[in-house]
């Protein structure tokens, strides 16, 4: 394996992931059709279970005591 002549300078390290770590987003969130919670795309609603208009995920339903 090579090696490195000489030393990488701090400058240089932090230039170098600099351009890196500022190509990172947060993912990206949309209102879901169904129920109106914001879910992250291309995701099933964790709230009701829906995905491009059908539901592919049963959530089970909270019950109250009278």
């Known amino acids: ?3 490195p002549k000489r030393r990488v300078s701090h400058a240089r390290t932090h230039n ?5 770590l500022g190509e990172l987003e947060a993912p990206s969130l949309t209102a ?3 129920c109106g919670e914001m879910i992250q ?8 279970g829906y995905y491009k208009g059908r539901q592919v995920v049963k959530i089970a ?3 109250t005591t009278d």
């Not at 170098?16 to 890196?20: G, S, T």
């Open 41 to 48: 795309t291309y995701r099933a609603c964790p709230a009701c």
């Open 16 to 20: 170098r992931k600099a351009h890196w």
């Open 1 to 3: 394996m090579a090696t």
């Open 61 to 63: 339903e909270e019950k």
């Open 32 to 34: 879901c059709k169904h």
